[in-house]
């Protein structure tokens, strides 16, 4: 038991840490969700998150070297094409994610 | 029977985390396994946790025997980000009680992703549907630590490429938001926030900071007149 003390110490700090990121603009703004800046960022921010979601997975992507992002500018371009055309979620999310385990997989990309 | 049917609505809309969030929960239960720790602290930590991204250095921290001040100053500016999704969820998550605080606790990326993006479905509570999509959430990544840990290195099937899932949902949902969108300068202020991040902080810090630049812009353009607000 006793080796066990650290590592759930280590979870239990770290759920705490996590829970305030969460939860504190709940707690700051209580009771004034009908306010005209809070309803604007309710608005403005989800298309904003959104957008910076997408450039955050594709962080990782070295255009500088070999194979120059091709795999996820192929599998992502698949994905939304396909999103585009039919706006079927789970169709372009398993078609692209396919692709692109296959184009890894297969080894074509290096 | 209505509740049969609002569960696999939110089930059919959460069908994409569920590909991505057992590999990558997965991958964090073969790292967490190299620590040498009992398996089920693994799927423990995503229960307590819950954050993938925080998961993944407290790997580090443990098999550096970090302090724990440090350790909660590390994932609580890491995690940070979360604090612009509350700010634009408190309308769609009011009143009060363990469902309210569950619904905060469990508002990860991907969550928050589905929740601004996807309409409740018809004759069901908002509520109702944001728990249940919130605890399929959990569920999938918490399954997949414990996956993760309890295989260790034994995994035999090529998963590589599985975690683009997430990649591509957030995607669609992008596409999603702006076709449903009435207005285009928060994809606009965001995209070159993003880029300029991802240029000067680069890869590691680029969330922050472009969340920070996006909501700094977004409220001086609407204080300054250059968009309607």
């Not at chain 1, 004034?32 to 959104?50: G, I, K, Q, S, T």
């Not at chain 2, 034994?154 to 490429?161: C, E, H, Q, R, W």
Request: aromatic fraction near 10%; charged fraction near 10%; charge should be neutral.
């Amino acid at each position: 038991m006793g080796e066990l003390i650290y590592p759930l110490a280590m979870i239990g700090v770290m759920a705490v840490a996590t829970f305030p990121t969460r939860a504190l603009p709940f707690l700051l703004l209580r009771g004034r969700e009908n306010h005209p800046l809070l309803v604007y960022l309710a608005r403005v921010l989800p298309a904003a998150v959104m957008t910076i979601l997408v450039l955050y997975a594709v962080r990782g992507i070295e255009l500088g070297q070999a194979p120059h992002g091709l795999p996820e500018l192929l599998a992502l371009g698949v994905t939304a094409g396909l999103h585009v055309w039919r706006g079927n979620t789970l169709l372009s999310i398993g078609v692209g994610t396919g692709l692109y385990m296959a184009v890894l997989q297969s080894g074509v990309a290096g | 029977m209505a509740e049969r049917a609002q569960i696999a609505a939110a089930f059919r809309a959460t069908l994409p985390v569920l590909f991505g969030y057992v590999p990558l929960g997965a991958a964090f239960g073969f790292l967490f396994s190299d620590l040498g720790y009992p398996w089920w602290l693994a799927p423990l930590t995503g229960l307590a946790v819950y954050a993938g991204s925080a998961q993944f250095l407290g790997v580090g921290l443990l098999a550096a025997q970090a302090g724990l001040l440090e350790t909660a100053v590390a994932v609580f500016l890491l995690n940070a980000r979360h604090l612009f999704y509350g700010f634009s969820m408190l309308g769609r998550y009011p009143g009060t009680g363990w469902a309210k605080w569950y619904l905060v606790f469990g508002l990860t990326d991907e969550t928050y992703a589905l929740l601004t993006s996807t309409p409740v479905p018809a004759k069901t509570h908002p509520q109702d549907f944001h728990l249940a999509v919130t605890a399929l959430n959990q569920c999938y990544w918490v399954i997949g630590c414990g996956v993760g840990a309890l295989l260790g290195t034994n995994l035999s099937v090529d998963t590589t490429g599985l975690d683009f899932a997430l990649t591509a949902l957030f995607t669609v949902l992008l596409i999603d938001q702006i076709k449903s969108a009435t207005a285009m300068y928060p994809f606009a202020v965001a995209a070159v926030s993003g880029v300029a991040a991802l240029w000067l902080l680069g890869p590691d810090n680029m969330l922050l900071g472009a969340l920070a630049v996006s909501l700094s812009v977004l409220l001086i353009g609407r204080r300054s007149g250059l968009w309607a607000s």
